[in-house]
């Protein structure tokens, strides 16, 4: 989730960055659970077509039972840079579709559990294939409660609760699946991931480490632990403002002036916009002030970009005393995303997240609606749900445009304690119909048949 330059913090603007998500959506592209969700489907997909014809292939004994195949693994290569800010989403992505892609997840051989149990992994995989993480998980529960030392079981289960993001869970059962077969690389991969997303850096350092001994070859393992060694680094060094709502970083005593004024930016935007919602973060929120170097070393972001969240607010402070409305606007839509996700981890569709972030900036929504006005056919709801990096860049404007405008007028109409209560249904896993139903008092098609 990230903010762009669109006065200058960093640098001037392009032509490219008029409005203030074009290149944004350039480069991230579809939201993080749903890369991660399309990659599932078609990797997973891949290991039933595979399966399906190893099957074929495979001995079977004398009462037709399948008594076992061996299949091959290697990591997926590394994407092409641009389709997520964050290095720990772009590993997690590949990692899950690397797991998939491989037969690390075959039906267990039957001469080891019974035929229900292998039936009930079969069905897990297909319902992480499918996009369904609930119904995955609810499967691997039931074939670990048969098979509780079957380490591909607690493998899957962890990376269900991974896209339901039940960080926690995850965490357990990548640990537990490592207990029972510590050379199962594909979980340490993901446990460091899911280790750094809950802000476990020392953690995730420690899990890599051992990771690139049993795997010295995994280049990309090595290439993140570097990484997060540079960050931890860096972070070692700075001093720390603290705050009633917000722990800022910063190096360096020339830049302490910088992070009082980000404190009482971000202070401000606390005030105003938990009060427009009526809820606040549950815990400080951790900001991290950078040089431009250092923030796209650490968070991979191109060049544009004036700020990213990933658990933490992270903005390039260059020039950030030269155009305070510039800094008020990227810390409040950082902020944003920050109490977001403290309403909801899960199951925000992007229109209404970037949304929400975008009107909650300030007031003046001016661009947006001389986007739209000079658009030559407005932008259906349903294709801003989850993905967007398939538009072009004036499509991205104008689709950035209507998210804010969708977002404003649900404020106006519903208040902010319904759109938190909205957010609060969504992420304990309510659909968003019912959701929608329930907190605005009307359903979302007539609410979408009602916008201009």
Known sequence: METLVRFGISRRCSPAEEYPFDAALQATGRSTDETIRLRILRGATGVMRRFTAERRAASFGPFGMQVGYA???????RPHRGSDSMAWRRWLRDAILSLCLSAVVPVCVLAQIDPKTALLE????????AGRAHAAADAFREAIAADPKNARLHLGAGMAATLERRDADAK???????????????????LGQIQYRMGDAAGAIRTYEALVIVAPDNREAQATLERWRREADLHGRMTQAIGSHFTVSFEGLAEAVVASEALDSLDRAYWRIGQILGSYPSAP?????????QFRDITRA?????????????????GALD????????????????LIRTLAS??????????????????????????????????????????????????AQLAYATSALVAHRLLDEAGGFAIANLLRDLGSGVDFESAFLHRIQRSFADFQSSMP
Request: glycine residues 8%.
């Open 71 to 77: 299949t091959n693994c290697r990591m997926a290569e």
């Open 122 to 129: 079969r069905g897990a995989w297909d319902a992480l294939a």
């Open 172 to 190: 357990e059962a990548f640990e537990r699946a490592l207990a029972l077969d510590p050379k199962l690389t594909q979980a340490r991969v993901l």
């Open 285 to 293: 929120v951790p900001v991290v002030l950078y040089t431009g170097e």
């Open 302 to 318: 191109p060049t544009w970009a004036a700020g990213a969240f990933d658990g933490i607010i992270r903005v390039p402070m260059r």
């Open 323 to 338: 155009n305070p409305k510039e800094l008020d606007r990227v810390l409040a839509h950082e902020f944003t995303h920050a």
């Open 346 to 395: 899960r199951g925000v569709p992007t229109w209404l997240s970037e949304g929400l972030a975008t009107a909650l900036e300030s007031g003046d929504l001016e661009w947006a609606k001389q986007r739209i006005a000079h658009a030559p056919a407005p932008v259906p709801l349903r294709a801003l749900q989850s993905g967007l990096g398939r538009m072009t860049g004036d499509q």
